[in-house]
C-alpha cells in the first residue's frame, strides 16, 4: 500500500535542490551550490528547505554536493532538464473526487495512529 | 446402584482423558460447562442472600455462555490485555475451542489497541503465542495483529490477509472478521477502493462491515454495478460501526448512481512539459489508485518524449557533449519505470490499463521479475529445509508461509495468465515440505493450508489434482 511519497525523487532533481533555472551557466550553478553549503555550515534554518513545482522538500550538504556532481556531467545535466522542466497541472486529476483516501478509517477499528507511516 | 454408576462415569472419564474414547473438544467444553453451571448455582444458592444472588446468577450466566460479549464489550473496551487473555482461557468461548490459546491472545491484542502498544505486554502476548500447541485461523490473526502492533504493516498484512482467504474449517467466522476488517481498513485508509471492493465481494465468506464497506467503495468509485441509495441504506443500517461509516456514507451517497465512468480527457497537451505535469498530478493522487489516469499519463510523457529529440541534441552540443540523444531519452525512460514501478509493487490493480509494449507494461515486467525472484527464493529454501528435515517454529513458519502467498497472489493480480508458471514454479517444494510438515512436524492446519491453496491452481494438471486432493482429504482427517 502506498505511504511512501512517491515524488519525492522527482523533487530531489538537482535544479530543485540547487534552486537554478535549467538555462543556468555551469558558474551560476557552482556559486549557487557553493553558497548553500556555506549557509548551512553557518545554520540557517531556511536553507534546509527548498521550494519545488512539485511541493517544498528538504535537502542537506550530501544532496547539494550530489546535486553539483550531477550538473558537471553534460548527459546527466540534460536529463535533469527534462525532468525540471515540469509544468504542474492544476485542477481535479482523479475522474471521481470522493474516491480519496478515508481519513477515519483507522478510528473505525480503534486503531487511531497505529499505522505506520 | 449409585456406587455402580459412579464407578462407570469414573471409567468413562479416564479413557476420555487417555484418549481410548474420542469426543469432540466442544461436546467436551460444554459438558464441563454445564457441570461448572450447575456447581456454581448450588453454591450461590447454598451460601448469598437473594439480591447477590441474581448478581451472581447473571455473572455466572455470563462468564460460562456468553464470554465472548463480554469480551468484546466490556473487557477489550476497559483496555485490559492481560484480563481479555485469561478470561478466555477459562471461559473457554465455544466459536474458539479449536485454538484457545491463540484466540486468547487476539484477544488480548485487541484489548492493548486502545490502551497504546505497549512493548512488555505484545513480547508477553508474542510468548503466549509461540506456547499455543496448535495454530490454526485464529493463530495466524494473533500473528498478524501483533505484527500489527509492532508496525510492521507488511507482515501484518501478509498474514491476515492468509488468515482471510483460509478454508472455514480452519478459521472460525469471528477470526475472519477480524482479519478481513483490518485488511479494510488497511486499504480504505489510503483510498484503495478497488481493494476494499474484492476484499468484501470475498467469495468464501460474506460479513456485514466488510460487504456493506464494498458496496460504499463501488459508489465511491463509480462502479457501474453500484447499488442505488435505497438499496445501501439497509445494507449500511444492517453493518456495524455505523457511527464511524456514517460520512464515509454520506460521501458515497452524494456520488451519482450507474453514471457513465468518467474518464479524464487524454492529457491533450502536446508539450513535453505540460504532460509531465500530468504525471506528477497521477503520481499524486495515485492514493486514489486510478491506474487509468496513471497509465494514460505515462503514455503522454512517452510519446511526447520523442519530440524533444532535436532540443536533447542541441542542449547536448552547447554543453560541449559528443554523445547523441538516445541514451538520455533511454535513461529517461528507465527513469520513469523506476517513478512508477514502486506504486504497482504496492497496488498491481494499478496496471490493469497497461498497454502492451507500454512503459507501464516494463515497470510490470520489472515488479514480476522481482516478485518471481522472491518466490523462487522461498521455494529454493523450502526445498532445502524438506531435504535437510528441519523446521522454524510454528508462527515464523505462518509467516514464511504468507509471505509466498502474497508475493503469488500479487504475481497472478498483475498477470493472470502467469497461473501456471506460477503453479509449475511452486507445486513440488512446496507439496513436498507441506507433506514433511504433516508427517514429520504434525503440523496439520499449516500443511492442510498449503494443500488447498496449491489445488486451487492445479486445475490443469490432472496429476497433481488427484495427489493434492487426497492429501487435502487427510488433512480434513487430522483436524
Redo the contacts between chains.
Keep these: 500500500?502506498?505511504?511512501?511519497d512517491?515524488?519525492a525523487?522527482?523533487r530531489s532533481n538537482p535544479f530543485f535542490v540547487l534552486e537554478v533555472a535549467t538555462d543556468a551557466t555551469p558558474t551560476d550553478v557552482e556559486r549557487a551550490g557553493q553558497r548553500l553549503l556555506a549557509l548551512l555550515t553557518v545554520g540557517s534554518a531556511n536553507v534546509q528547505t527548498y521550494p519545488t513545482?512539485?511541493g517544498p522538500a528538504t535537502r542537506d550538504a550530501e544532496q547539494i554536493r550530489q546535486a553539483l556532481a550531477a550538473l558537471r556531467d553534460?548527459?546527466q545535466?540534460?536529463?535533469h532538464?527534462?525532468?525540471a522542466?515540469?509544468?504542474?497541472?492544476g485542477g481535479q486529476?482523479?475522474?471521481?473526487g470522493?474516491?480519496?483516501?478515508?481519513?477515519?478509517?483507522?478510528?473505525?477499528?480503534?486503531?487511531s495512529a497505529?499505522?505506520?507511516r | 446402584m449409585g456406587a455402580v454408576a459412579g464407578v462407570v462415569i469414573v471409567i468413562v472419564i479416564v479413557r476420555i482423558l487417555s484418549g481410548s474414547i474420542k469426543v469432540p473438544a466442544i461436546a467436551l467444553a460444554i459438558g464441563a460447562k454445564v457441570g461448572l453451571f450447575v456447581f456454581t448455582i448450588a453454591m450461590v444458592q447454598a451460601t448469598a442472600p437473594e439480591v447477590a444472588n441474581a448478581v451472581l446468577h447473571a455473572v455466572a450466566f455470563f462468564l460460562i455462555w456468553a464470554p465472548t460479549p463480554l469480551l468484546r464489550w466490556i473487557v477489550v473496551p476497559l483496555r485490559m490485555p492481560r484480563t481479555a487473555y485469561w478470561t478466555v482461557r477459562i471461559c473457554f468461548p465455544l466459536g474458539l475451542i479449536k485454538e484457545i490459546e491463540a484466540a486468547a491472545v487476539v484477544y488480548g491484542a485487541l484489548a492493548l489497541v486502545p490502551k497504546g502498544p505497549s512493548d512488555q505486554t505484545i513480547s508477553w502476548l508474542e510468548r503466549k503465542l509461540r506456547n499455543a500447541e496448535t495454530m490454526q485461523g485464529s493463530g495466524v490473526v494473533a500473528a498478524g495483529l501483533l505484527a500489527a502492533l509492532r508496525k510492521d504493516v507488511d507482515r501484518a498484512r501478509g498474514l491476515l490477509a492468509t488468515a482471510d482467504r483460509m478454508h472455514p474449517r480452519l478459521i472460525p467466522r469471528t477470526m475472519r472478521a477480524i482479519a478481513r476488517d483490518w485488511l479494510v481498513v488497511d486499504a480504505a485508509r489510503v483510498g484503495n477502493w478497488h481493494r476494499v471492493i474484492r476484499l468484501g465481494r470475498h467469495g468464501v465468506t460474506r460479513l456485514r462491515w466488510s460487504y456493506s464497506m464494498a458496496r460504499i467503495g463501488e459508489r465511491l468509485t463509480g462502479d457501474p454495478q453500484a447499488w442505488r441509495n435505497w438499496q445501501l441504506w439497509p445494507c449500511f443500517l444492517w453493518a456495524p460501526r455505523r457511527r464511524v461509516t456514517y460520512p464515509l456514507f454520506r460521501r458515497a451517497l452524494a456520488v451519482p448512481v450507474r453514471r457513465p465512468v468518467q474518464l479524464d480527457a487524454a492529457p491533450s497537451a502536446t508539450e513535453f512539459s505540460l504532460a509531465l505535469g500530468g504525471l506528477a498530478r497521477a503520481l499524486e493522487v495515485a492514493n486514489a489508485h486510478d491506474g487509468e489516469l496513471l497509465a494514460r499519463s505515462v503514455q503522454a510523457v512517452d510519446r511526447d518524449l520523442d519530440s524533444m529529440r532535436e532540443m536533447i541534441e542541441q542542449r547536448l552540443g552547447m554543453l560541449g557533449s559528443r554523445r547523441d540523444a538516445g541514451s538520455v531519452l533511454t535513461q529517461f525512460r528507465q527513469h520513469l519505470i523506476d517513478l512508477v514501478t514502486p506504486l504497482i509493487e504496492d497496488d498491481p490493480y494499478l496496471a490493469r490499463a497497461a498497454q502492451p509494449g507500454s512503459i507501464m507494461e516494463q515497470a510490470v515486467w520489472q515488479v514480476r521479475r522481482r516478485l518471481m525472484g522472491d518466490i523462487d527464493a522461498q521455494c529454493r529454501d523450502y526445498r532445502d529445509r524438506t531435504a535437510g528435515e528441519s523446521s522454524l517454529d510454528l508462527v515464523a513458519e505462518w509467516e514464511r508461509w504468507a509471505w509466498l502467498n502474497s508475493s503469488a497472489i500479487r504475481l497472478l493480480e498483475l498477470d493472470s495468465a502467469a497461473e501456471s508458471v506460477v503453479f509449475q514454479m511452486v507445486y513440488a517444494p512446496v507439496c513436498n515440505f507441506a507433506v514433511y510438515q504433516h508427517n514429520g512436524r504434525k503440523r496439520i492446519a499449516l500443511a492442510h493450508d498449503m494443500f488447498i491453496w496449491l489445488l486451487r491452481y492445479a486445475q490443469s494438471v490432472p496429476e497433481a489434482r488427484q495427489l493434492l486432493a487426497k492429501n487435502v482429504q487427510a488433512g480434513i482427517a487430522g483436524i
Design positions: 500500500m502506498t505511504t511512501g512517491p515524488l525523487l522527482w513545482p512539485l553534460p548527459e545535466r540534460v536529463l532538464e527534462l525532468w522542466s515540469v509544468i504542474p497541472a486529476a482523479s475522474a471521481n470522493n474516491a480519496g483516501p478515508w481519513e477515519e478509517a483507522e478510528r473505525a477499528l480503534g486503531w497505529l499505522w505506520a
